[in-house]
């Protein structure tokens, strides 16, 4: 489901992308140059805390902490949509780029979850003695 555009396009490659509070900004890599905002304040409902990029898909993921929600950009066609509803307190996002995954921490319930990329197919993964999980990490190629 489609809810909005992006008003501002993205850096030139390489990039970095980070949560600025309600904001999403960018580094250009090549010039140190922080570009203008990749997401603008009024397209969010709150504070965006995590982010993650799947660069072979040029789309760009993060938490809206308070529409309880992670969303993703299409970084070409600038489309935001919903990927999951129903989320607690997201302070990480990983992505398998290789297996098409998103997987997220959710230190409000003390679990880990995940999905397919398009939010397919979620479940839990860990919810049993996991306190406070906050950044997480996958290796798509290893394992």
């Known amino acids: 489901m489609i809810i909005y555009s992006l008003l501002c396009p993205a850096c030139d490659p390489p990039c970095l992308y980070f949560s600025a ?12 140059k922080i570009t203008s905002n990749v997401t603008e304040p ?7 805390l995590a982010v993650a990029v799947d660069v072979e898909e040029k789309t760009l993921y993060f938490s809206d902490q308070f529409s309880r929600t992670i969303k993703r950009i299409d970084l070409q066609s600038n ?6 509803s129903e989320v607690g ?9 290789v297996h098409k995954y998103i997987y997220w921490t959710d230190n409000e319930n003390d679990r880990i979850e995940m999905s397919r990329v398009n939010g397919s197919d979620r479940k839990v993964l860990f919810d049993k003695d996991v306190q406070n999980p906050r950044g997480i990490i996958v290796d ?3 394992g």
């Open 42 to 48: 009024q397209l969010h409902d709150g504070r965006v």
């Open 21 to 32: 509070g309600r904001v999403i900004k960018s580094i250009e890599l090549s010039s140190n």
């Open 79 to 84: 489309k935001i949509e919903i990927v999951a």
């Open 89 to 97: 307190h997201c302070e990480g996002i990983a992505i398998d780029w």
């Open 140 to 142: 798509p190629v290893h």
